[in-house]
């Protein structure tokens, strides 16, 4: 069954929200690969809950909310249900390097989430 596996924080200033996690809760946060996209470590592998991250926010992205993605096996069936049931698909399937297949998409409400198809490399990590 699906279910979320990671999280994203919109930030102006992604050195100030790094700062307050870290120092708050004492999460890991590194910068990915010089993007401006920071990878959030919320504990041990063997605690419960999951990792997420932080971006900057800007004109591309245009969100200001956090986001969830879930993990799924097949993105295509899931768009499929997404449409079928109501929602909507947000752009187009982008591929992410080591990552995987990646889309956002909204609920009949309007919640935007995401929605990852993970890589073999990916797959390797977990």
């Known amino acids: 069954m699906p279910k ?3 999280f994203e924080i919109p930030a102006e200033d992604p050195e100030i929200i790094r700062r307050f996690y870290e120092g ?3 999460w890991k946060i590194t910068q990915w690969k010089n993007q401006p996209y920071w990878l959030v470590e919320a ?4 605690e419960w809950g999951i990792n997420g991250a932080i971006y900057r926010k800007d004109e591309t992205r245009q969100m200001d909310k956090t986001v969830n ?3 799924v ?3 295509e069936d899931y768009i499929k249900k997404v449409e079928r ?3 909507e698909i947000i752009g187009e ?3 992410i390097p080591e990552v995987g297949r990646f889309v956002y998409a909204k609920d009949p409400e309007g919640t935007l989430f995401g929605m990852l198809e ?3 490399e990916m797959m390797k990590m977990m």
């Open 24 to 26: 708050v809760f004492g």
């Open 85 to 87: 049931s109501g929602g």
């Open 4 to 6: 979320v596996i990671h």
């Open 93 to 95: 399937i982008r591929e």
């Open 118 to 120: 993970p890589s073999e």
């Open 43 to 46: 504990g041990a592998k063997k």
């Open 73 to 75: 096996e097949d993105l």
């Open 69 to 71: 993605t879930i993990g």
